[in-house]
């Protein structure tokens, strides 16, 4: 069963860019227009929205609480992947490392959105050869949430966090 409702929705908007909130709405949009319909084979493309505002919202995330410099934020070749894997945390870029090293609840949330990276992005957007995984729409839902949950806490974990961080 899903746990999506409009207010997880709303929630997650409030710590989203309007560029970032515009694809959580659309996401919102198409769950309403297939309410009742099962037939598809691959829900995966109702994640892939959520999971494109989910990068541009890591990039904010990671440059408001000065985890990454502003070069870094524009650049094409900065990998939100591959700076939140817990197993290249030791590497000097590591964003998951700069999240664990603030406290405790630092390397939660970095647990956290690493999860919501690997199972609401990865997952969905990588072909694995003899792993073909077709999502349903409950799978899809959850997926969704996961994302948007960790949207939320990890919004609230900054807004607890405000002050200067200088990891860099």
């Known amino acids: 069963m899903s746990q999506l409702s409009s207010s997880i929705f709303a929630e997650a908007k409030k710590y989203l860019s309007p560029n970032q ?22 829900y995966s493309f109702l994640v892939a929205p959520i999971s494109k505002a989910y990068e541009g919202y890591l990039k904010d995330f990671f440059l408001q609480l000065k985890i990454i410099d502003q070069y870094s934020y524009d650049s094409d070749r900065f990998r939100v992947g591959k700076t939140l894997n817990p197993s290249l945390r030791y590497k000097r870029f590591s964003v998951f490392q700069k ?27 990588h072909y694995f050869p003899g792993n073909v995984h077709n999502l349903t729409r409950e799978e899809a839902e959850n997926r969704i949430y996961m994302v948007l949950d960790t949207i939320i806490k990890s919004g609230q974990f900054r807004k607890d966090n405000s002050y ?5």
């Not at 909130?21 to 691959?42: Q, W």
């Not at 999240?99 to 957007?125: P, T």
């Not at 200067?164 to 860099?168: E, R, T, V, Y």
């Open 164 to 168: 200067s961080i200088d990891l860099l």
């Open 21 to 42: 909130a515009n694809l959580v709405t659309d996401v919102e949009a198409v769950l309403e227009r297939l309410k009742g319909t099962d037939h598809i084979s691959d």
């Open 99 to 125: 999240l664990s090293d603030l406290d405790q609840a630092g390397e939660e949330i970095a647990e956290q959105l690493w999860d919501a990276w690997k199972h609401g992005r990865n997952e969905i957007f």
